[in-house]
């Protein structure tokens, strides 16, 4: 099976669309799948467009769909809308990661609706595609003969939360891992994990989250994370391939074409 791979789109459709028309998705007539590893909307303005485009696939069994931090963080804003004020919304990560400007984009509604009319507002985003059908669909990991793919990274052993993790030690039994394991798992730097030995034998984890200019700039000696010489090609190294381009700041989609087995 032949698999286009993307990851962290945040709802910029046309450099999704882009970067797999460069790849030749569009014009494949084998058999092929997308396989999206997270972070669908927030951040970007063309979430009707990124769902529409999800839909059609998801009709079609030809995508796969990893869940990521923002689609967590997603459900979280709709579960707790009931509790936010106007002055308390606008100073959340609900509203600076850009999940509460989704929320908009595919309700129809505004921020005032959002604060005035919680359980109505979170009532129309359960009624969306994404809520209903794209949220349901999505994965933890996505696993081929050689390749395994997630958001940020396996379920490891780890220290810290999020971005602050610094140290990592494999955890045997991560495919079984809990409902938390898995949501702890969507925040960490894949490459970090890697370098620290947190790989699977035998396979190359396919990872988005965090940007490549990680890597490239800690690893490499290539430039800076952002500024001189950046560089959010896709990272490459022993047990990992990262992808997120941090398109929200360079307006890049990374998309790697992979052809492997498909699991029995």
């Known amino acids: 099976m032949k698999y286009y791979v993307v990851a962290d789109v945040h709802g910029f459709y046309d450099q999704m669309v882009k970067a797999l028309t460069e790849k030749g998705y569009f014009d494949d007539k ?3 799948k997308l396989i999206i590893c997270g972070d669908l909307f927030d951040r970007g303005s063309q979430s009707k467009e990124m ?3 999800v839909m059609e696939l998801l009709k079609k069994d030809e995508v796969i769909l990893i869940k990521g931090n923002h689609e967590d963080l997603m459900v979280d804003l709709v579960e707790k809308l009931p509790e936010y004020t106007e002055s308390n919304l606008n100073y959340t990560h609900h509203y600076s990661n850009g999940t509460v400007q989704t929320v908009c984009d595919l309700t129809g509604c505004t921020i ?8 109505q507002v979170a009532m129309r985003m359960r ?28 379920p490891s052993i780890a220290s810290g939360y ?15 891992a809990d409902n938390a394991g898995w949501y702890f798992s969507r925040w960490y730097n894949g490459m970090l994990a890697a370098h620290q030995g947190v790989i699977e034998p035998g396979k190359t984890i396919v990872c988005g989250h965090w940007h490549t200019s990680f890597g490239h700039s800690q690893y490499e000696g290539k430039g800076e994370e952002f500024g001189k010489g950046e560089d959010f090609s896709p990272y490459y190294a022993d047990g990992i391939i990262a992808i997120d381009g941090c398109t929200a700041y360079s307006r890049l989609v990374n998309c790697i074409v992979i052809e492997d087995e498909e699991l029995k």
Request: aromatic content about 22%.
């Open 30 to 32: 084998s058999p092929h």
């Open 51 to 53: 769902q529409q485009f």
């Open 112 to 119: 005032t609706k959002m604060i005035t009319c919680p359980d």
């Open 127 to 154: 009624n969306t595609d994404f809520y209903k059908r794209i949220l349901p669909a999505m994965r933890n990991y996505y696993e081929t003969e050689h390749y395994v793919f997630v958001h940020g990274w396996i």
């Open 162 to 176: 999020g971005g602050k993790v610094d140290y990592f030690k494999y955890m045997q039994d991560w495919r079984n």
